[in-house]
């Protein structure tokens, strides 16, 4: 290996970070539609650093998750066997599409030394509280210490609800119990009772985005809502600053228009609805001014409270109801609109102002975990709270000028009535708000409250392939383990099962407990953990790796950010939030330098795939035949399309005898041809294996090089659109590569290049290309720098250009796009093995580009006769003097004086006889 692409922590020359989102190795392999964004990312790295920076590109994969371990519940086999297997031949696929990665800095979220920091920043966050006062994380000590001095009164932190007011005295005085059990309400993770999405036979907690229609996405099982003690990390403290950061960052605006949703901050009041029992239902709403028009409360079904409120004779329609919940997810919930559904507990609360009785009802669009889990229903200003009224009966009230004055107006979209805007007394309606929440803290039944939609997030799953965490109980509370205990090593297991009594496959573990006697945290860290912080390890090279450190300060300090990130947008709410949070949390303890992680962020396209159909005459009976007919032909019968391996498949015609192996239902296949040949239907889907529409890299590979792949992807269309593959069109960049190695190669393909002074025409053909590929790499447009590629080469091709200094830049020009074939016309150009990546770009000179002469076209009697070049220095009486000497135009003049030349410079001349 000869370590071409290692980088240094230290150079004179700029840094640049470029970064692609790490993959997952599957046992599938790479397909073609994979490897868009990491040639995109090579282009850039390689076209940097013949800019003359000091490029960081590394590469790792994120190996723990739930593929592998299904894989080892089937088989018995460890997963960190098959993910080795399944590292290696990514590895193999990556190497061969050129890519110019740092694999010295390689990083595995599954190595105990990469997931001992993982468990590290874990610990951190655990010993961390959130201070308001100073907008930032601090040492749990400090908040002690605090409550030490002067109790809990007038400190300024994110907590639960819950927390307690207590003086200095009263904290001395409680067990040490007591104290860490209020401590954790104010820990950035700690262990709460949360709803979780339960999938039961997965044996594991899913997140959100691991959940499609009530089904895990990964298996199709069933998934149901759950409370269970469960880790979360406090994301909700940094959701302002989490905001604030997106104004700072080069990303797209719907990707960060996503996470401004998600977070989802709101300016409003919270507003107390008391019970008979002296308790109260607490509700967030950004609607204050429109609370006379509240007549009734729906909570979430799995509010706290909902048990106790729900009177005898409606338990049984209460629980059916909860049972049905439990069936879907959060995101379904949000997700349905239209559908209104509900039960009424048969409780009433007292309204804060009117002391009305209103109904407590539950329903499933509210979420225990969003607000405060109720809402105070408006019918006449919400349409949602309308259909529900209407749903149930209950009283929709267009509110009296004797109580509210408002704008209410009919809305021809909807059923009903809605509020256009409020006015208290004639106050419009931020005055109005500013009267309804003092009159409400004047009574103690609410005050002013900015809510974010944002929640803290689950820190955890029940499974064996992930993080173990560095946590012991005594006495029933968690508590860390010692630092130089760290990695806490995933133990070996009989089975990767849950236990017979319900635990973690941890639980499996023989005489796994701290110290001999204390039993673990059997729970393992969720996917999104090992990726929150990876762009850090890779900074740390391996000699850096030896120092106890995640990466080194003086290395962070050189590196400081990634310059450029390229990943899918489907991370948007999950690892790039939980990376951001991460990053600012260690910038709070004075670990990392910038407050963002990622300057700039491109979400590249999906590569669809091409499927193919052949057409089964389907018989009188309903039956499928094994008689295939042509699709030009298959209006004439009654056919089933099936989806054929695309593979098999060339220019849309069918290799019948490969069709018949394809399957051993269609050996004997018969098919109905047109003009001799089977064609197939087209489809644009999603690539995937059950469609038959996986193009392998290999295949493209070993049939036309890796960059033919390499170009033919970026020459689909912009990096950041999705565009379907067709392996008929890669023909056309495959020429185009021939074409290239053919100016520098004779007839029989022997090298000849000419030491010659290139001519005019051939700089400017180069020196097109250097400002082209210069500007579009800087934009990040790499589909018009290939069709500039063909351009070029088609130019110096008609001009016969062999000259050594054209072919030699314009290698270098390329490089970034085909690295194979450039450096092997480098070295016999030449230069030494390897420097081509590190020579600098050419410079590109405007003087090739100005034009001095012109292609005129030149008529006679408005008819074009010719076309003639000529300088564009000259006066028109030069001009003339050369036209009317060119012994071809004197045959259309006919020996006739011309009556008047018509001369526009630049543009035109016309003859008049």
Known sequence: MNHTFKVDNNSEKPKYYVLDMFPYPSGAGLHVGHPLGYIASDIFSRYKRLKGFNVLHPMGYDSFGLPAEQYAIQTGQHPAITTETNINRYREQLDNLGFSYDWSREVRTSDPGYYKWTQWIFMLLFDSWYNLETNKAESIEELIRKFENSGSFGIKAVSDDDAEIFTAEQWKLKSDTDKQTELLKYRLTYLRESTVNWCPALGTVLANDEVKDGYSERGGHPVEQKKMMQWSMRITAYADRLLQGLDNIDWPDPLKEMQRNWIGKSVGALV??????????????????????????????????????????????????????????????????????????????????????????????????????????????????????????????????????????????????????????????????????????????????????????????????????????????????????????????????????????????????????????????PGWAGSSWYWYRYMASQEDRKQDVFAPADAISYWKDVDLYIGGSEHATGHLLYSRFWNKFLKDLGYVVEEEPFKKLINQGMIQGRSNFVYRIIDEDGRGTNTFVSHGLKSQYTTSALHVDVNIVFNEILDLEKFKAFRSEFADAEFILENGKYICGVEVEKMSKSKFNVVSPDDIIERYGADTLRMYEMFLGPLEQSKPWNTNGIEGVFKFLRKFWKLSHDDEFNFNVSDDEPSKAEYKALHKIIRKVEEDIERFSFNTSVSSFMICVNELTDLKCNKRKIIQDLVIVLASYAPHITEELWTLLGNAPGTLSVTPYPVFNPEYLVENEFSYPVSVNGKTRMNLNISLSLSQAEVEEIVLANTDLKKYLDDKTPKKIIFVKGKIINIVV
């Open 272 to 525: 107390r609805f008391s019970l008979n029992s002296g308790a109260f239902i607490e509700v967030f709403t950004t609607r204050v001014d429109t609370l006379y028009g509240t007549t009734f409360l729906v909570l979430a079904p799995e509010h706290e409270l909902v048990e106790g409120l729900t009177t005898p004779d409606h338990i049984e329609e209460i629980q059916n109801y909860i049972d049905q919940t439990k069936k879907k997810t959060e995101l379904d919930r949000m997700a349905d609109t239209k559908t209104v559904s509900g039960a009424f507990t048969g409780s009433y609360a007292k309204h804060p102002i009117s002391g009305a009785p209103v109904p407590i009802w539950i329903a499933d669009y509210v979420l225990a975990g969003y607000g405060t889990g109720a809402v105070m229903a408006v019918p006449s200003g919400d349409q949602r709270d309308w259909l529900f009224a209407t749903k149930f009966g209950l009283p929709i009230v267009a509110i009296s000028d004797a109580q509210l004055d408002l704008d209410i107006q009919a809305d021809p979209t909807k059923d009903g009535l809605y509020i256009n805007s409020g006015i208290i007394n004639g106050l419009k309606y931020k005055e109005a708000t500013s009267v309804m929440i003092a009159k409400l803290e004047e009574l103690g039944a609410g005050k002013a409250k900015v809510n974010y939609r944002l929640r803290d997030a689950i820190f955890g799953r029940q499974r064996y392939w992930g993080e173990p965490v560095p946590v012991y109980f005594k006495e029933g509370l968690p508590h860390l383990i010692a630092m130089e205990d760290l990695p806490l090593v995933l133990p070996e297991v009989d089975k990767y099962l849950p236990t017979e009594s319900g635990e973690p496959p941890l639980g499996r573990a023989e005489n796994w407990k701290y110290k001999g006697e204390l039993d673990y945290e059997l729970s393992t860290m």
